[in-house]
């Protein structure tokens, strides 16, 4: 009995995160499945209220022979560069419930790659990056023949006694 | 229970083997002898690929190493892995991992060495990805990519060794071929992280502390490094490849010891420390010193794991809390292992007659000798500055009167537990000079310059007198300069983000273009068109009149008889 | 040869259960076992060459047969089913051992039959007739042109014998009838540029149809070109081809990389373990030639344990995209074991026989051209990095609990564990190479 309950509470609860505002746009597979490209503005309004998206944020993938009919064009968003702290439905993509997903969406899963924009940008990244080891290989290099050198005695070998002449070093 | 007596078979089976290898290793050793078992597994055509073991005294006393280290991990993964019920898949992943290092390391086909060095990179991908968290799956998956690397090269080593001369065994002797020489060097690099493969070492600490343990002392990262001095014979035959390589490792050790000194997390700054001894070994190996560098490696190996084990116990009773400012009140409530840590880090300062001072200042010395330019001497005492100033920290940071964070559950360590890192911190203590006077023959003693000598202890005065004096560690204020040394100098910033860019951006627009587009339209519509095309004539046919078809038939059939 | 065919074959046809099918099947290969001791010390039969490829090739068609036979066994049409794997046997049977050109060229064609009323009976979307179409019009446009080629030769020998003995004609022919050739049996291997028709048949085809169309089917190419190889003008063909296989080689595991369905990435790997073959072809060399039989064998073997897995997931989830299918190994550590093992199977890693068919192909092609050192290095970069997306994402990723598995029956992991451990004695055939 206080299982039962639980259960329904839950589910109610789950129903009521996601139902509640309004009714999400995208379902089942069938709704994510691209229309004709938008030419007129009622079309495009029609397809911004189809994947529940602001007229002014929805824009589509150019229609050049590659692109995904009405689809929204979301841009590139990784996983890891939505917030971590979110509370999502799907924890895994951070996903809401209803929310259209990038096209890409499989290779833009967090442990695949790592697109979070980072403190420095990265033209500067791989300039200083260059710089540093550049100029350390770089300044090797050139001081290569400059040598430590600790003065040494000169190797004897116990023939040196027999002949005279013979030398097996330079100074 | 069953964990347990999981535990305690494999640490019975590995402490016995161990026991062998030592005896093998101390008559083999005593006796200067070399065995060379060859066991021809099939002959594949008109090459026989043939199993063959080469035990000398480097592979011998190196898997006896391995076979201690790992026996004390499975005493100890049964305290630290407890709260995982998953015992089975650990230890036998573990016993995966070890098998295929000893495989590593007693063969000397290239082929079947191969079968060591992937399961190397696989199976530490599995033990990577133990806690299944997003992060985890992201360090492990960059760590297989990076050893992939190397795999690749291994393979195209392979295929080039067989190309110019069908013997893929390390004495074939006859081969200069640069490009085989290079990628066998390039695929060493790669697992023991010198300079451009080296991000994947600090991201591997995602895997559990016993298994990092392993990895960063004696098994995934020495690997290389130990067959760059099987393949010595062969290295060593290339003056460039042999200066690239000094070059490199000692840029490697350089800002492994700079990133140390900004890191803040524990386990992570033990990474860079290994790193930085990657860096120091593989110099050491490259300027000419084989055995002493393999010597070193041994001492490491030791003190390393029991250091990484040690930190382990402290962690666990910090809520796997890894920052290094809550150290302080491991020194209070786990005497016991905090003096086991002393003894690993007095060994890896090198202080002297510590197993740790015979390895590393003799390296410092002969490096004296070895004619090596101005500014490598200087790098390579920086880079011992470094290392003495990164392990002061610990000591410092070990001495702070604040205890930021009380203990919240107390885990005490079986006596078992405690007993075999008593052992092992014994066993670092006299293995360097056991080693040096007993079984690394080859030496040759040199007398020294009393300046030359000092020099390291002198650094090390300063240091101490510094911390422990003015209370006080070297930090930069500038916020940038900071970022730059704590990610390798932009290293491993530019690895991430440029395998993700190449990987979405370029191979995306090279898959759109063409797959998906010009031979997606070429090849695959234009057969649907046509296909429709014909589809809609037949069903015209059909739809006429049946009669007037078969007139149709027939008259062109007349006409074709007619015309043949 | 004859009375046993005709014998088991009324057998057969008057008995509809499928233990007196799996007894004929192991009959048949209790039999050519024993024809081929009888044979050994001669290399013809009268009409079946009894070689090493088609020794290797009969093996792997009953292995695949046998393991996709258990795993429909769900299905109810037992006799159409019957039907269908019982032709598929014989024209398998007919391509890997004849020596007649001709008859080559007529199993080669007859077995797009079977696999088509698999696709069009079994399939389960409405897709499946185009994609059944696509797979007619790209063997039969690529094909028809051997027939020309058949007539030359014949004209040229006087007999459709390919065995060299009979061949009055030892050099090799036109450039252009070459190319014939190669695209004959390309189309079905298939080589990357005529591999469209793959992946939209695997994902239409059922799971068992599937694990006999790359088990078997894309192994006739295979053994075709291994027959005609003699026939080729191969200086020729690789001045031509050589770059484009190179660089297709690459840009095969490019595109597995950016697959979102599971069964599609198994479709384009084994295309991209495929390309290997022309390469291989290319640097005819007795390694080489050893080489395609082991990749053959191997990918045999491991792809249609890669399409069962891929049914039993679908079963599970009801979807085969990557993004949906996670954390598998908390909820199925069968399943997952099995899919690393798969994984290291189809990745060629060590321990499993596989790598010797790898370690063999860059050997032995190594000599085709220098640039070929870098190609194979992104080869076998990427072909890791593909095989860890499917792995990575499926296996080790964090699940969650909004998605939604079914239990999968016991009886469903019995092929699954059939193939695993046929499989063991299956590679011990590589000491016998």
């Known amino acids: 009995m206080n299982r039962l309950a639980l259960i329904r509470s839950s589910i109610i609860f789950n129903q009521a995160r996601s139902f509640s505002s309004s009714k999400p746009a995208l379902v089942f597979a069938k709704d994510f499945k691209p229309g004709p490209y938008p030419e007129t503005e009622a079309e495009r309004r029609a397809a911004a209220k189809k994947y529940g998206l602001k007229p002014e944020d929805y824009q589509p993938y150019p229609n050049d022979g590659f692109g995904y009919g009405d689809y929204p064009n979301l841009g590139r968003i990784s996983t890891d560069m939505k917030s971590d702290w979110g509370d999502y439905d799907d924890p895994y993509l951070k996903r809401n419930f209803g929310e259209p997903i990038v096209v890409t969406q499989e290779q833009l899963t967090a442990e695949k790659v790592t697109l979070r924009p980072q403190r420095v940008s990265f033209s500067n990244i791989i300039f200083w990056f260059l710089f540093g080891s550049v100029t350390y290989i770089g300044l090797h290099y050139l001081m290569w023949d400059y040598k430590c050198y600790i003065p040494l005695a000169p190797k004897q070998y116990p023939r040196d006694a027999l002949n005279e002449g013979e030398k097996h070093f330079k100074i | ?564 | 040869m004859t009375t046993f065919l005709v014998s088991s074959l009324y057998m057969f046809l008057f008995s509809h259960s499928s233990f007196l099918f799996v007894l004929f099947l192991t009959g048949f290969w209790f039999y050519y076992l024993f024809s081929t001791m009888m044979y050994s010390n001669q290399s013809y039969d009268y009409l079946y060459l009894m070689d090493e490829v088609s020794l290797f090739m009969i093996f792997m068609t009953v292995f695949v047969l046998f393991i996709s036979y258990i795993y429909s066994i769900t299905f109810k049409s037992n006799f159409k089913l019957n039907l269908v794997f019982f032709s598929m046997l014989i024209f398998c049977f007919g391509v890997f051992t004849t020596q007649n050109m001709f008859l080559l060229y007529f199993f080669y064609e007859c077995s797009l039959l079977p696999i088509l009323y698999i696709i069009i009976k079994w399939g389960s979307y409405p897709e499946r007739s185009l994609s059944a179409m696509m797979l007619l019009i790209y063997t039969s446009i690529f094909t028809f042109p051997f027939i020309a080629v058949m007539f030359i030769f014949y004209s040229l020998n006087g007999s459709f014998s390919l065995s060299l003995p009979f061949m009055s004609l030892m050099s090799p022919m036109s450039l252009l009838a070459s190319l014939v050739i190669f695209c004959t049996f390309a189309v079905k291997l298939p080589v990357y540029g005529l591999h469209f028709w793959l992946p939209m048949a695997h994902v239409e085809a059922p799971t068992f149809g599937s694990m006999i169309l790359a088990g078997v089917l894309l192994k006739l190419g295979g053994v075709g070109l291994l027959r005609t190889i003699s026939l080729l003008d191969l200086p020729a063909l690789s001045s031509l081809t050589l770059g484009y296989f190179m660089v297709f080689l690459v840009y095969v595991t490019v595109v597995c990389l950016f697959q979102s369905d599971f069964k599609r990435l198994v479709a384009y790997s084994s295309v991209s373990h495929m390309m290997a073959i022309p390469l291989l072809l290319l640097s005819n060399n007795l390694m080489s030639i050893k080489s395609i039989i082991m990749l053959m064998l191997f990918h045999g073997l491991s792809s249609p344990i890669l399409f069962m897995l891929v049914g039993v997931i679908y079963s599970m989830f009801s979807t085969r995209q990557l993004v949906l299918i996670r954390g598998l190994l908390l909820t199925s550590p069968l399943i997952s074991l099995m899919l690393i093992l798969a994984f290291f199977f189809t990745l060629s890693a060590p321990p499993f026989p596989s790598f010797v068919s790898e370690v063999y192909f860059l050997m032995s092609s190594m000599g085709l051209s220098s640039y070929l050192v870098y190609f194979f290095f992104l080869f076998t970069f990427l072909s890791l990095a593909y095989n860890l997306n499917w792995l990575s994402a499926m296996v080790f990723s964090s699940s969650s609990p909004s998605i939604t598995t079914m239990m999968v029956s016991y009886s469903s992991f019995m092929p699954m564990i059939t193939s695993f451990l046929l499989c063991v004695p299956m590679t011990l055939l590589m000491y016998l190479m």
């Open chain 2, 1 to 564: 229970m069953t964990s347990f007596y999981n535990h305690l078979m494999w640490f019975t089976f590995l402490f016995t083997s161990f026991c062998f290898s030592l005896l093998m290793s101390f008559y083999i050793s005593y006796m200067n002898q070399a065995l060379y078992v060859s066991i021809n597994m099939f002959s594949l055509w008109n090459n026989e690929m043939s199993v063959s073991f080469y035990l000398d005294y480097m592979s011998s006393w190196f898997s006896t190493i391995i076979l201690l280290i790992s026996s004390v991990i499975m005493v100890y993964s049964y305290f630290y892995m407890a709260p995982y019920s998953k015992s089975v898949y650990f230890l036998w992943l573990t016993n995966l991992f070890i098998f295929s290092m000893l495989m590593v390391v007693n063969m000397s086909n290239l082929f079947f060495l191969m079968l060591g060095w992937d399961g190397l990179g696989l199976v530490s991908f599995f033990l990577i990805v133990y806690y299944q968290n997003q992060s985890s799956i992201t360090s492990g998956m960059f760590t297989l990519l990076m050893n992939r690397l190397g795999d690749s090269f291994f393979l195209l080593t392979i295929a080039l060794f067989f190309y110019t001369y069908p013997d893929l065994t390390m004495f074939s002797s006859n081969l200069t071929d640069f490009l085989s020489l290079t990628l066998l060097l390039l695929t060493f690099m790669t697992k023991s992280a010198i300079y451009p493969f080296s991000p994947w070492l600090p991201l591997a600490m995602a895997a559990p502390t016993p298994i990092s343990a392993l990895v960063h002392s004696s098994t995934l990262v020495t690997a290389g490094l130990y067959l760059m001095m099987r393949f010595s014979y062969l290295l060593y035959s290339s003056y460039t490849l042999m200066q690239l390589l000094l070059i490199l490792s000692l840029f490697t050790s350089f800002y492994a010891g700079m990133n140390s000194i900004f890191e803040k997390d524990l386990k992570k700054m033990i990474a860079l420390s290994t790193l930085s001894h990657l860096g120091f070994i593989g110099m050491a190996f490259s300027s000419g010193l084989l055995h002493l560098a393999f010597f070193h490696m041994l001492t490491h190996a030791l003190f390393k794991s029991l250091l990484f084990m040690t930190m382990g116990d402290i962690m666990i009773n910090l809520n796997h809390s890894q920052d290094i400012r809550y150290l302080s009140s491991g020194m209070l409530y786990t005497p016991m292992s905090c003096m086991v840590m002393y003894v690993s880090i007095l060994n890896l300062l090198g202080l002297p007659n510590l197993s740790g001072y015979f390895s590393k200042d003799l390296v410092l010395e002969m490096m004296n000798y070895s004619s090596s330019s101005i500014l490598v001497m200087l790098v390579l005492f920086m880079n011992v500055f470094f290392t003495y100033y990164y392990t002061y920290q610990l000591f410092f940071y070990s001495f702070q009167p604040i205890k930021v964070l009380p203990y919240q559950n107390f885990h005490s360590p079986m006596l078992g537990h405690t007993l075999c890192l008593f052992i092992m911190a014994i066993s670092t203590l006299l293995f360097g000079f056991f080693f040096l006077s007993h079984i690394c023959s080859l030496t040759l003693f040199y007398p020294v310059p009393l300046v030359n000598k000092s020099l390291p202890l002198f650094i090390n005065l300063i240091m101490f007198l510094h911390l422990f004096l003015n209370t006080k560690l070297f930090t930069s204020n500038s916020p940038m300069l900071n970022y730059y040394f704590s990610n390798m100098m932009f290293l491993s910033n530019l690895m991430l983000t440029l395998s993700s860019n190449l990987y979405y951006n370029l191979s995306f627009m090279l898959v759109k273009s063409l797959e998906f587009g010009v031979l997606n339209y070429s090849l695959n519509s234009y057969p649907k068109m046509m296909f429709t095309h014909l589809s809609s004539y037949v069903l015209n046919l059909s739809t006429l009149n049946p009669m007037k078809s078969v007139l149709f038939m027939s008259s062109f059939m007349v006409l074709l008889s007619v015309l043949i």
